[in-house]
Structure formats: structure tokens, C-alpha cells
């Protein structure tokens, strides 16, 4: 596998698709980085039985994160839905 500097089928910079991703309604955000906290697991336990350890400890560790993130992000859904 290639680990690209860029997405391939996305025109913009990274920084563009970050101010794009903020722009999403919250709950949709937050489908997204579970999505990509799911990912993040996947790549940790291919790396795992790799041998890489530290590599593995590091994604899930940043799957951890990116999950919570998307329970924080669930929560400002929840406050802000009945005004939507």
C-alpha cells in the first residue's frame, strides 16, 4: 500500500478538506470520524501482526483519540439539533 500525500479523487488541499469536513452538519461529522477511527484500528492491527508494536500502540492510541473526538462532536449535535 501507497500512503499519499493527497486524496486522490479530492481536488482541494488537506487544508481546504479540513475546513470542508467543520462545514459538515454534526452528526455527519461525527459518522465520519468514527469512520475514520475505525480505520485507524484496522491499519493498528495489520501493523500489529507485522511486529510493528510501536506503530500499532501509536494508531490505536490516535483511534482513540479520533473516537472521542466523534463522542464530543455527538454531543454538540445534540445540544444544537432542536435549532436545526
Do not use: N, P
Request: with cysteine; charged share 30%; proline share 0%.
Amino acid at each position: 500500500m501507497v500512503h499519499r500525500e493527497e486524496i486522490e479523487r479530492y481536488s482541494g488541499t488537506l487544508v481546504e478538506l479540513a475546513s470542508e469536513l467543520g462545514d459538515l452538519r454534526y452528526d455527519a461529522l461525527a459518522m465520519f470520524l468514527r469512520a475514520l477511527s475505525e480505520k485507524l484500528e484496522q491499519d493498528a492491527a495489520a501493523d500489529l501482526d507485522r511486529g510493528r508494536i510501536k506503530l500499532s500502540s501509536a494508531l490505536q492510541e490516535s483511534a482513540a483519540s479520533v473516537k472521542s473526538a466523534a463522542c464530543e462532536i455527538e454531543r454538540a449535535w445534540s445540544i444544537c439539533v432542536r435549532y436545526m
